[in-house]
């Protein structure tokens, strides 16, 4: 999908204001059997004052979106960062879909990975026209002159124009059929560690998040759901009750929700609690965790639909009698992002406009056209920055119910999900249950391998048509990517749905959960093995030199091999899959005598392929590696009589300030094409600190979270 010479760039210029409008079009769903189709995907807009609008489909959520994405653009336009503005597309998969996907969305690491050659190629267009601009202006030969620091200069004369004064012009100037890139040992600026934009509205708090929004006349609106996926309302008492409550306005009920509308969340919030509601529970009122388990581990003995298939395991291991076994759990997780779900929406009868931070804003705009009954030309959707999304956002179902509520109200207002109900009524990642089975060579090599992958499939409901032949490509994301080399390898995917929550994506989707298995039983073969873990993957690993390379880098740095205080232990994990970044990740561990554990420290080795800002990617590493411990020591939701337990940070722990590691981050340098990095570094985390447990305890921990195996509640085993 990342592919670029599969795209193609149509340069389209335009007068917009006495200025230059530059666009490409990549394409969005590439057919080698037919001539290429074009869609634009971002604009660039030079005014007269020179001021450079980059209008950028990405949300920025955390993520260094708008600034790795101007960093490309200035690159090539010979501009300094901070003359780059940014603005927010509009949702328009037509206009914005990513290359390779044809939809405006934001995740799976795929902004800088994907944008990298279209963004370049858009500013070395618009370089080269403003070029051809100044060089007819001076009826000079264009290679004569050269662009700067936002100016064309003609070196023999010493004549500047800025680009400004050369936007009109250029406007009207012949579109370059091709365009010569930076040579990357030319770039001044893509590697550079360039500091964010988006900081300096953050810290002085003008940057404006979706809960952050403020209208004339605007409501504040309370909600809350059915407890249990399924469940509609029965009935609803103490209205008038809730009506007292100063600044309450109305109450708005739904067939599955109720709302109280009032002046303030605050008085929203105790207008809700003064109701009293009945709900019908309907098919999931009984179904609990276990329930879940016991289905997909009964699922889990029938064979799946064929992810991998080389040589032949199923035989190997037919006929060995030297097999090992292990079955590994992953829990359902909450996404717990610091800012809770909220959405604005002004419902009039022609016209439906909506303020949110979403991931996805074309299918939110769908969504809440579809609420609204009106065409979706008619919603007008506003994106804010995101206060943390880890792909909650990626899914709207938040959005209609602000829009079902708005319908109701007269004038604007915002719909705010308390932490309570967005953590009881989150999108969360699947259990996953997985069966393995290897059998060992002479040499106590792999030299067959079974991976049995048990779940819901994600890709079925949320984009159907990558949902192909029974498999799904995020359940098995990193395991049919396995780099160690095994003669004889078969991955398998079962499809069981579970309906008792919903779920979605998280950060680090699928390879949360295989890279935690495919780890921890690779580090069960070594010790089978008695082999030291950093050696026998790297004698796994002979065909790949990147993974060779990161892993050896994690391995050196941290201190691999030499001795540790008594009671700590290293664990090692490395990981590949599509986002093709190689990381590896060596985390050392204490355990209480209660089975706490503490993570001291965490080294990872990151070959990302071309590095835009080594400074986001150093940061999204760390931000990613405290994501995943906290969902490695004590991430778990579970369900009772279809309700989910947790609510709040209390009983959904996440790792506090004075609990995180020293994480050292170690950029391997490559000139190979951008890999994704938002996501990878959760995902190596949980198998790095599940091995250093082993390590410094002997206990080996097949199930999520750690913690819980080592402290079972009262009662348990």
Known sequence: MSDLSRRELLAVSAAVGGGLL??????????????????????????????????????????????????????????????????????????????????????????VRLLYGPLRKAGATARTMLVAAA???????????????????????????????????????????????????????????????????????????????????????????????GGKLTSLEGESKAKEIKGVRQVVRLDDAVAVVADHLWAARQGLAALSLGWDDGPNAKVSTADVVKELEAASLSPGVAARNDGDALAVIAKASNKIES???????????????????????????????????????????????????????????????????????????????GKQVDGPVKVVWTRDEDMRHDVYRPYYFDRLVAVLGPRGQPIAWLHRIVGVSILARW?????????????????????????????????????????????????????????????????????DPVAYRRALLHKSTRATAVLDRAAEASGWGEPLPSGRGRGVAVQYSDWDTYLAAVAEVSVSDAGEIRVHRVVCAVDCGTVVNPDTV?????????????????????????????????????????????????LVSSSEAPGGIGEPGTAVTAPAITNAVFAATGKRLRRLPLERQLRPARGET
Not at 146 to 171: D, S
Not at 369 to 398: C, T
Not at 625 to 632: E, K, L, Q, T
């Open 22 to 111: 530059i666009g490409w079009r990549v394409e969005a769903r590439p057919n080698p059997a037919a001539p290429a189709a074009f869609t634009p995907n971002q604009w660039i807009r030079i005014g007269k004052d020179g001021q450079v609008t980059l209008i950028v489909s990405q949300v920025e959520m955390g993520q260094g979106t708008y600034t790795s994405m101007p960093m490309l653009l200035a690159e090539e336009l010979e501009v300094e960062l901070t003359k780059v503005h940014v603005e927010a597309a509009p949702p328009d998969d037509k206009l914005y879909g990513l290359p390779g996907f044809g939809i405006q969305v934001t995740g799976a690491s795929t902004s």
């Open 135 to 229: 060089a007819e202006t001076w009826k000079v030969d264009p290679s004569s002159c050269t662009a700067r620091n936002g100016t064309v200069k003609h070196a023999a004369t010493g004549r500047v124009l800025a680009y400004g004064a050369l936007a009109e012009k250029a406007a009207r100037s012949p579109v370059p059929e091709q365009v010569t890139l930076k040579d990357p040992k030319h770039f001044t600026l893509v590697g550079t560690p360039a500091k964010r934009l988006d900081a300096p509205a953050k810290v002085n708090g003008t940057a404006q998040f979706g809960i952050d929004v403020r209208l004339p006349g605007m409501k504040v609106a309370a909600i809350t759901l059915s407890p249990v996926v």
């Open 327 to 405: 079955t590994y759990e992953a829990p359902f997780l909450a996404h717990a992002a610091m800012e809770p779900l909220s959405c604005t929406v002004h419902v009039r009868a022609d016209q439906c406009e909506v303020w949110a931070g979403t991931q996805f804003i074309t299918r939110a705009r769908s969504e809440a056209a579809k609420a609204s009954g009106l065409p979706a030309e008619k919603v007008i959707f506003h994106n804010q920055y995101i206060g943390g999304a880890f792909g909650r956002r990626l899914d709207s179902d938040w959005v209609p119910y602000a829009v079902r509520v």
């Open 463 to 531: 984009l159907p048509p990558a949902f192909k032949s029974g498999i799904d490509g995020d359940a098995v994301d990193g395991a049919r990517q396995l780099l160690y080399d095994i003669p004889a390898l078969r991955v398998e995917y079962v499809r069981h749905e579970q309906p008792v929550l919903n779920t979605g994506w998280w950060r680090g989707v699928g390879v949360t959960h295989n890279n935690f298995v495919i780890e921890g039983f690779v580090d069960e073969l070594a010790h089978a093995a008695k082999q």
């Open 618 to 666: 150093e940061a999204q590493i760390q931000g990613g590696i405290i994501f995943g411990i906290s969902g490695a020591l004590w991430g778990e939701v579970t369900v009772e009589k279809g309700r989910v337990q947790q609510s709040n940070f209390h009983d959904y722990r996440v790792l506090r300030i004075n609990e995180a590691p020293t994480i050292d981050v170690l």
